[in-house]
């Protein structure tokens, strides 16, 4: 066997290598959903996940040594068929089981199918795919994968309010993981509209180039402002007391503007036309991109102030989460509010670092 054939030879055979330990890694996943969550772990020691793990170490280095993947189309049936239709049947049975709409355990009793281990089986979908996926696949798709992962993401984060509300409940409250991400995140934006501002070279005309530094550096101020007030200026971290008289007129007792008792009833409804816009500037704009507007100065600005449809569910969740409180009341949603929040700012996040990568430092045209 000469070195050509040799090398072809390896080549099928670490494809067929991928092949085969993802398929065992589903069928691992597979016995949980067919007998019962748990089986794997009794009869194997070790859980599907654990298996998940080794199975993508296995990957992993199989790919740093052979230089090698599994082609585009295995990572598109993943992230956008399998996972997707995974987690919507693993959903929708435990939403007709869970609010009564059919009786418990209806689908093993007919179907001897378990949900809750259904759902885990996105888990394999997902990882294989993200690790297999290349830069040119990122680059080609990755607006669509960042919509799937927020789509994902919701739904996990409903289906561990509903199945582990105590630990859910510390992962949003004061204080949390959610809040420090959030404020986070509101600096990221701070620092990236203040970048942006330095790219004001793009604009030929001396009007709109002082409008786009004007708007860039208010809103790097108004995301510090936010930041620091998600966090209550850093009061519970520097263990600083609240004064009387701010405390008396603050719904938490902190120190913070946003929840004192003037601005807290605003709050809402300025998250309600953040979502709002969010959502109904992209749909305007792509009504109207064909006939208005075409000329190459109101496409810059279209860039700017248009929320990209990758990001229509993280306005559209904030906007959902207000519309909910305000027709169901303010606490029966309420451990929504700051996972909305952390959605939104995330949204806002990637479209200044968008808009930061595309936007050339002179004239010329955009980057796709």
């Given at each position: 066997?000469?070195?050509?054939?040799?090398?072809?030879?390896?080549?099928?055979?670490?494809q067929?290598?991928?092949?085969?330990?993802?398929?065992?890694?589903?069928?691992?996943?597979?016995?949980?959903?067919?007998?019962?969550?748990?089986?794997?772990?009794?009869?194997?020691?070790?859980?599907?996940?654990?298996?998940?793990?080794?199975?993508l170490?296995?990957?992993?280095?199989?790919?740093?040594?052979?230089?090698?993947?599994?082609?585009t189309?295995?990572?598109?049936?993943n992230?956008?068929?399998?996972a997707?239709?995974?987690?919507?049947?693993?959903?929708?049975?435990?939403?007709?089981?869970?609010?009564?709409?059919?009786?418990?355990?209806?689908?093993?009793?007919?179907?001897?199918?378990h949900?809750?281990?259904?759902?885990?089986?996105?888990?394999?979908?997902?990882?294989?795919?993200?690790?297999?996926?290349?830069?040119?696949?990122?680059?080609?798709?990755?607006?669509?994968?960042f919509?799937?992962?927020?789509?994902?993401?919701?739904?996990?984060?409903?289906?561990?309010?509903?199945?582990?509300?105590?630990?859910?409940?510390?992962?949003?409250?004061?204080?949390?993981?959610?809040?420090?991400?959030?404020?986070i995140?509101?600096?990221?934006?701070?620092?990236?509209?203040?970048l942006?501002?330095?790219?004001?070279?793009?604009?030929?005309?001396?009007?709109?180039?002082?409008?786009?530094?004007?708007?860039?550096?208010?809103?790097?101020?108004?995301?510090?402002?936010?930041?620091?007030?998600?966090?209550?200026?850093?009061?519970?971290?520097?263990?600083?007391?609240?004064?009387?008289?701010?405390?008396?007129?603050?719904?938490?007792?902190?120190?913070?503007?946003?929840n004192?008792?003037?601005l807290?009833?605003?709050?809402?409804?300025?998250?309600?036309v953040?979502g709002?816009?969010?959502?109904?500037?992209?749909?305007?704009?792509?009504?109207?991109?064909?006939?208005?507007?075409q000329?190459?100065?109101?496409?810059?600005?279209?860039?700017?102030?248009?929320?990209?449809?990758?990001?229509?569910l993280?306005?559209?969740?904030?906007?959902?989460?207000?519309?909910?409180r305000?027709?169901?009341?303010?606490?029966?949603?309420?451990?929504?509010?700051?996972?909305?929040?952390?959605?939104?700012?995330?949204?806002?996040?990637?479209?200044?670092?968008?808009?930061?990568?595309t936007?050339?430092?002179?004239?010329?045209?955009?980057?796709?």
């Amino acid at each position: 066997m000469n070195l050509k054939n040799f090398v072809k030879l390896s080549s099928r055979f670490g494809q067929l290598l991928f092949k085969f330990s993802y398929l065992m890694t589903i069928g691992i996943f597979l016995l949980d959903v067919i007998f019962y969550a748990g089986f794997v772990k009794n009869h194997f020691v070790l859980t599907p996940l654990n298996f998940l793990g080794l199975g993508l170490i296995f990957h992993v280095m199989m790919i740093y040594f052979t230089k090698q993947r599994l082609h585009t189309s295995f990572v598109a049936f993943n992230l956008y068929y399998f996972a997707p239709l995974i987690l919507f049947f693993g959903g929708l049975a435990y939403y007709l089981e869970e609010y009564g709409l059919l009786f418990p355990n209806y689908f093993f009793t007919n179907f001897k199918i378990h949900y809750v281990s259904l759902l885990w089986m996105a888990a394999p979908a997902i990882t294989f795919g993200l690790i297999h996926a290349t830069l040119g696949f990122w680059k080609l798709h990755w607006r669509q994968l960042f919509f799937l992962l927020m789509f994902i993401l919701i739904l996990a984060a409903g289906s561990w309010h509903t199945i582990e509300k105590v630990e859910y409940k510390k992962f949003v409250a004061e204080d949390g993981v959610v809040e420090y991400l959030t404020a986070i995140l509101y600096m990221i934006c701070g620092i990236f509209a203040l970048l942006l501002s330095k790219k004001r070279a793009f604009f030929l005309q001396n009007w709109p180039r002082k409008i786009f530094v004007v708007g860039c550096t208010l809103a790097a101020v108004a995301f510090f402002l936010v930041a620091g007030e998600e966090i209550s200026w850093g009061q519970r971290l520097l263990g600083l007391e609240t004064p009387a008289v701010i405390a008396d007129q603050n719904r938490q007792g902190e120190i913070n503007l946003h929840n004192s008792e003037a601005l807290w009833p605003f709050v809402y409804s300025a998250y309600a036309v953040i979502g709002i816009y969010g959502i109904g500037m992209w749909l305007v704009n792509w009504l109207t991109e064909d006939f208005l507007f075409q000329e190459k100065k109101y496409q810059i600005w279209r860039r700017i102030v248009v929320p990209g449809g990758h990001l229509f569910l993280n306005f559209g969740l904030i906007a959902l989460y207000v519309w909910l409180r305000r027709n169901h009341g303010p606490w029966k949603y309420s451990a929504w509010e700051e996972i909305s929040e952390l959605f939104l700012v995330l949204g806002i996040a990637v479209h200044l670092i968008e808009l930061y990568i595309t936007f050339p430092r002179k004239s010329g045209r955009l980057i796709a």
